[in-house]
């Protein structure tokens, strides 16, 4: 009679040991493209072919932002976002690179304006897509902020991406991409 009650007298203590468990490993977030923004929250997402595409702002053990960065130096930017676990479809990441950035505009990409590109990578490297002389897009750079406590750069962008030419195209993968609803709020990489 006594191992019972002692049962039911552990019963509340078991129960609250499951809701810890549902707060130690939290429900994961739906992919849902960032809200545009300017204030450095390290977000950067777009529809892709569609799709919605949302990176990975994870930090690491020592709280550092995994992805996306950016890095500016000297007029060139460099951005890079790697997308989260649960989002589907071929990209895995985009890789943007600009030459002779001076603060907010409109940037050109894939034009004749040599080293403005974007790059989209898929799974296990299948196919690459970039912009071109027929594939072009732009990257609107809203706010530059390098000084300051925190230095952010945030803007949106919209392009169309294909295989580089003279590379072959896997029959599953799109022949491009239509890259549509991008934005992106990221703390600079020092």
Not at 50 to 55: D, F, H, I, S
Not at 59 to 80: A, C, F, M
Not at 129 to 153: E, V
Request: charged share 20%; net charge positive.
């Amino acid at each position: 009679m006594l191992k019972p009650v002692a049962c039911l007298l552990l019963l509340p203590l078991l129960m609250s040991c499951e809701d810890s468990l549902d707060n130690l490993y939290p429900k994961v977030q739906p992919v849902q493209l960032p809200a545009a923004s300017e204030a450095g929250a390290n977000t950067f997402g777009c529809r892709v072919n569609g799709q919605v595409w949302e990176a990975n702002n994870a930090r690491t053990l020592n709280g550092k932002v995994i992805t996306p960065t950016i890095h500016y130096r000297n007029g060139e930017l460099r951005l890079d976002a790697f997308r989260r676990l649960q989002v589907a479809g071929p990209v895995t990441n985009f890789h943007f690179r600009l030459d002779h950035v001076t603060g907010p505009g409109v940037y050109e990409l894939g034009t004749t304006k040599a080293g403005n590109y974007a790059a989209l990578k898929t799974s296990h490297d299948a196919q690459a897509y970039i912009t071109d002389g027929q594939h072009t897009g732009t990257l609107t750079i809203t706010r530059l902020d390098t000084a300051g406590g925190l230095a952010f750069i945030a803007g949106h962008f919209a392009l169309r991406a294909a295989p580089p030419r003279g590379a072959r195209r896997s029959a599953a993968m799109p022949a491009a991409m239509e890259i549509t609803d991008g934005r992106f709020d990221i703390q600079l990489s020092r």
